[in-house]
């Protein structure tokens, strides 16, 4: 019955290599939404899941980021060859359907040397 | 969403009443205006979300004046527990897209 969980909850990696991070949202929950949100920044829309499709993926920056939802629960975020511009705090969040209050995970903190 | 503006900072002490002012003049007849709070390393979290005149629970109050050209927070009886970051955002009730501002970093001293 635990909320929104990310993991890990902190990634260092060099510049080039690939990363992927994992959101499980609460249970039952349909909707599932991936944000960034730079250092003193605000936040960054990426991507929108309603069970396993992705209808909306307006936010993502470049063809070097990529998710994936499976059996309408875990979702992976990827970044294919990380650049510097990709640090950030990358947030997950879930409702029970689209229009709903969405509960957030506690971020994974992404850093790229 | 429509463009909102408050203060970058605002300082406070235990027991005292917080009211941040955020300012959307540009605000649509189908927005709403929502407030979350945002602790260190945690994700954003909802507080309130109010249409027009006053809106209470059991963690804040939002007050919109007639012209909902702005609107107010009002954390009651602040602890040292509620120094976070707060976040107010303007939009349609259908818009899942939220998209914060830096928003107003409350510090509450003892």
């Known amino acids: 019955g635990a909320g929104v969980s990310q993991s890990p909850s902190n990634k260092v990696t060099e510049k080039g290599k690939d990363v992927e991070l994992r959101c499980d949202p609460i249970s039952g929950h349909t909707a599932l939404y991936w944000y960034r949100q730079s250092l003193g920044q605000g936040l960054e829309f990426l991507i929108y899941?309603?069970?396993?499709?992705?209808?909306?993926k307006s936010g993502l920056p470049s063809d070097r980021f990529s998710a994936e939802r499976t059996g309408g629960s875990v979702s992976t975020l990827t970044i294919q060859r990380t650049q510097q511009e990709d640090s950030a705090v990358y947030l997950c969040?879930?409702?029970?359907?689209?229009?709903?209050?969405?509960?957030f995970g506690p971020g994974t903190r992404l850093t790229v040397l | 969403l429509a463009k909102t503006t408050q203060p970058i900072s605002m300082d406070s002490y235990e027991g005292q009443e917080v009211n941040i002012t955020c300012s959307h003049n540009?605000?649509?007849?189908?927005?709403?205006i929502t407030w979350y709070q945002q602790f260190p390393s945690q994700g954003p979290r909802f507080i309130i979300q109010?249409?027009?005149t006053k809106v209470t629970n059991e963690v804040a109050s939002l007050f919109i004046p007639a012209d909902r050209k702005s609107s107010t927070l009002s954390l009651p009886r602040v602890s040292l527990s509620d120094t976070a970051v707060y976040y107010c955002l303007v939009g349609d009730k259908n818009d899942y897209k939220l998209s914060f501002g830096a928003g107003t970093t409350v510090t509450v001293r003892a």
């Open positions: 109010g249409y027009k």
């Open positions: 969040a879930s409702s029970w359907t689209t229009y709903n209050e969405q509960f």
């Open positions: 899941f309603q069970g396993n499709s992705a209808p909306d």
């Open positions: 540009n605000i649509a007849t189908n927005d709403y």
